[in-house]
């Protein structure tokens, strides 16, 4: 197969109705991405450090939403040119459509206070548990965060301790250092 073809097979899989979920990676100042987007928006954000971890993510997206997954790399290019506009300090806010399908019930408004959190700024855990319904869930916001499946995107590395610390960050405490000195002026990649 010729790589000519190749956008012909996934324009043809598309217009059958064989494609649900698009995917392609992006190589970042934080590492390779791997980003995924449904017919609703981007759907899933991943840092890949391996290969291994790219095959999973394509499992997991193949068992909770569909096997009919393909690389098309051109599907993902406004998620990606945002993407590179934030790294260059020229973005503040995403504006790609978000499919917030692989969340649901709290773990989802948490995400969604978390995606109101402005550029710049920071929260914390028990702020975004009260803004999602239960003032007392820090520990549970934690939990939605660790599992948040687009990361960057919905800024959960915005989110702190309530004493200022870290706390955790599923992309690592490095990069959620490096997302907060861009945000705040003091990185530009």
Not at 8 to 13: F, G, L, M, P, S
Not at 125 to 144: F, I, T
Request: proline share 7%; charged share 20%.
């Amino acid at each position: 197969m010729t790589e000519q073809s190749l956008p012909d097979i996934t324009e043809r899989a598309a217009a059958a109705g064989l494609l649900d979920v698009a995917y392609a990676t992006f190589d970042s100042p934080v590492g390779k991405l791997l980003l995924a987007t449904t017919p609703r928006g981007l759907v899933r954000l991943a840092y890949i450090d391996e290969q291994p971890q790219e095959e999973n993510v394509l499992a997991q997206l193949a068992a909770k939403l569909s096997p009919r997954i393909l690389a098309v790399p051109r599907r993902l290019d406004q998620p990606r040119h945002e993407l590179e506009q934030y790294f260059a300090g020229a973005r503040t806010r995403f504006e790609t459509p978000l499919d917030w399908r692989l969340t649901g019930g709290f773990s989802r408004r948490v995400l969604r206070a978390t995606a109101r959190i402005p550029f710049g700024s920071q929260s914390t855990y028990m702020r975004v548990a009260a803004e999602a319904g239960s003032p007392r869930g820090s520990r549970a916001a934690g939990n939605a965060l660790g599992s948040n499946p687009l990361p960057i995107v919905v800024p959960c590395h915005r989110v702190l301790h309530t004493t200022g610390g870290l706390g955790g960050y599923t992309g690592g405490l490095e990069r959620k250092r490096l997302l907060l000195e861009i945000e705040s002026g003091q990185q530009r990649l």
